[in-house]
């Protein structure tokens, strides 16, 4: 099982990007697929999930209505649409795989690598 994340960059308050998380080694419809962010000093925090079984999602409360994940399960690919940016955003954005949508990060077995997103002007 392996997770590539990619998509992060720098990007202005109120602008958007598009995180991916490429999987391999199982599909989409297997198992519950999760972002979590980490900034400086804090702990890792669970944004959002998309739940294996039935495509439902979860968010956060500090993202809600400006995130948004999809599946495209041709491609074994999840997605972090994110919009209106702010600077509190920033943080290391690492997508996750298991069975459920655990709140903490040592719910999970499969972790990509993680990719740098910047929201500053």
């Known amino acids: 099982v392996q997770l590539q994340a990619s998509g992060g960059g720098l990007v202005q308050p109120g602008g958007s990007l598009r995180l991916s998380c490429a999987a391999s080694?199982?599909?989409?419809?297997?198992?519950?697929i999760a972002w979590f962010r980490q900034a400086p000093g804090k702990e890792r925090e669970r944004v959002s999930c998309?739940?294996?079984?039935?495509?439902?999602?979860y968010y956060s409360d500090s993202v809600k209505g400006r995130f948004t994940i999809s599946r495209d399960n041709a491609k074994n690919t999840v997605y972090l649409r994110m919009n209106s940016l702010k600077p509190e955003d920033t943080a290391v954005y690492y997508c996750a795989a298991d069975s459920m949508c655990w709140k903490t990060a040592d719910g999970y077995d499969y972790w990509g690598q993680g990719t740098q997103v910047t929201v500053s002007s």
């Open positions: 998309i739940i294996s079984s039935d495509g439902s999602t």
């Open positions: 080694g199982f599909t989409l419809d297997s198992k519950t």
